[in-house]
């Protein structure tokens, strides 16, 4: 009796575990593919028509404060690449930022960097109006900074679901 006793605590104990540990933002490690495909898969899903017109532009150390809308010269260390998707031509707050980290760089003190830089309101009469759509994540060493006042829920579940 007390090895079966033994032997069902175990199981579950392990079980427990299992559960637990599974949806970390680094769960299966970094996420692979060119940034461009990758920004593609976060709007799966959205109907095209309920977006503005997008345009994609690589994110340098130049233009990193500009898509923040933080002040001049902000740069965040270690990026090794970053993609950008933003209106072409519109007055709809939509920023969706994609950052590829180097190798052994800093991941947490990088989000924490964009999230208390971002400006919310950088479009110039418009701007996101929930804390909630204005969404800094990572998975493993790709992090997501999403400000969009309609979709952000919709975008963010489709990066956690980057395979």
């Known amino acids: 009796m007390k090895k ?3 032997s069902l605590l175990l199981v579950f104990m392990v079980v427990s ?9 680094n769960a299966g490690g970094n996420v692979e593919g060119d940034l461009p495909t990758l920004m593609t898969e976060l ?4 109907d095209a028509e309920n977006l503005p017109m997008l345009g ?3 994110v340098t150390d ?4 500009w898509i923040l809308g933080t ?5 965040v260390d270690g990026v090794k690449e970053a993609l950008v998707s933003e209106p072409m031509i519109s007055a709809i707050a939509h920023t969706v930022l994609l950052v ?9 003190a990088a989000k924490k960097a964009i999230k208390d830089n971002v400006n919310p309101r950088k479009w110039i009469c418009v701007g996101v109006e929930d804390e909630k759509n204005v969404i800094v994540d990572n998975r493993g060493d790709l992090i997501v900074l999403i400000m969009e006042n309609t979709h952000a829920q919709t975008i963010h579940e489709n990066f956690k679901n980057l395979k």
């Not at 709007?43 to 959205?46: N, Q, V, W």
């Not at 002040?71 to 740069?75: L, M, N, R, V």
């Open 4 to 6: 079966l006793l033994l």
């Open 17 to 25: 575990l299992a559960a637990c540990g599974g949806n970390s933002n």
């Open 43 to 46: 709007y799966a899903g959205i």
């Open 56 to 58: 994609q532009m690589e």
């Open 62 to 65: 130049e233009t990193f404060a």
């Open 71 to 75: 002040e001049e010269g902000f740069t």
């Open 100 to 108: 590829r980290m180097e190798e052994g760089a800093d991941v947490e």
